[in-house]
């Protein structure tokens, strides 16, 4: 959820990461428009082949938290201008 609650307050009670290294990166080839939601070990996320003008390629991604791999790609006719939820 944006922000980390339903009061968008920004306050996670989590314990951070003990390194800063990268586990993995994932290439779009497009314009990622909002921040990710992580739920469960997964990752989601938008993105449009278009940038901020309409295109004929915008998405939902799922990506495994752990690993990056693709779980799932739904694809939509319009923009997704907001973080999942």
Known sequence: MYHGDPTHSGYLNAQGPSNNQTLWTYNTGGWVMDSPA???GVVYFSWSDA????GPNNSLIALNAKDGAKLWNF???GKIYTSPA
Request: hydrophobic letters at 30%; a negative charge; proline letters at 0%.
């Open 75 to 77: 694809s939509v006719t």
């Open 51 to 54: 940038g901020y003008q309409e």
């Open 38 to 40: 992580i739920v469960n």
